[in-house]
């Protein structure tokens, strides 16, 4: 090879290499953005939601592989109000409520149908409360169950990670009760093992199991209620003040113009008199 040929060659090698850093600068991952309001995104132009699905009604699929719900029409609502649209993330709840997801820029806020509790409180910062809710006992229908008590020597299933497995938890020990607790990774799988007559009875916040026995008639039913008296609550990374703001302020909107009300109807029903 002469030399000439060896210079065009180190030519082109140069070439391509400003070709790559060009590419590679281009295709760098996104650091994030910020709104014109000011507040900073993990993702710039969306609101990246963590959620944990299924939880209907409050987050699911739809028949074309949407996640739609009440919790999603209400951070849409957020999303609108900083000119951004949502992206959902599907991600286990363990990493949503010990505020993981968060801190390690997975998403900007969690919507999961999530309970304001003390200990969550120590990571995560919460928005007013804008749904509460309790805990129900739901069996496969004409099962004669009303009370824990009644479960001794049975299976009892619960959602692992949530207020009602802890709550089962807490009681059963409470009052030394002999139930057989199992512990499911999501309310699909519970809810299967509930109708496959895996366990006899099974937990979770009573609007799950309306919408449940909404979508399969006659095939389970509450059987007992527990007064937990929960309110969810959505999430920032602690410290983000000012996505917490935005939060807050589409609530309060939503709540004083009927929005609220109107996404109430739509994904939870007849709201109850207060
Ligand atoms: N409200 C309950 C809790 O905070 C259950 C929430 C489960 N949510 C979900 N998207 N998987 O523990």
Known sequence: MNIRANARQAAALTASAILAIGITGCAKEDTGGTTETGVALVKSGVLTTCTHLPYAPFQAKDASGKVVGFDVALIDLVAAKLNVKQEIVDTPFEGIKSGADLNSGKCDVAAA????????????????????????????????????????????????????????????????????????????????????????????DLPVWNEYIKANPGKVEVAAGFDTGEQYGFAVKKGNAKLLEAVNQAITAARGDGTYDKIYAEWIGEKPAS
């Not at 969550?120 to 910062?125: C, E, F, I, P, S």
């Not at 824990?148 to 692992?160: D, H, I, S, T, W």
């Not at 607790?181 to 799988?189: G, N, Q, T, W």
């Open 113 to 204: 149908g999530m309970t304001i509790t003390d200990e969550r409180k120590q990571v995560l910062d919460f928005s007013e409360p804008y749904f509460d809710a309790t805990q129900a006992l739901a069996v496969v229908t004409g099962k004669k169950v009303a009370t824990l008590e009644e479960l001794a020597g049975k299976r009892l299933g619960v959602q692992g990670g949530t207020t009602g497995e802890e709550y089962i938890n807490a009681t059963v020990k409470e009052k030394g009760l002999k139930i057989e607790v199992v512990s499911y990774r999501d309310l699909a799988a519970l809810q299967q093992a509930l109708a496959t007559n895996q366990v006899e009875a099974a937990v979770n």
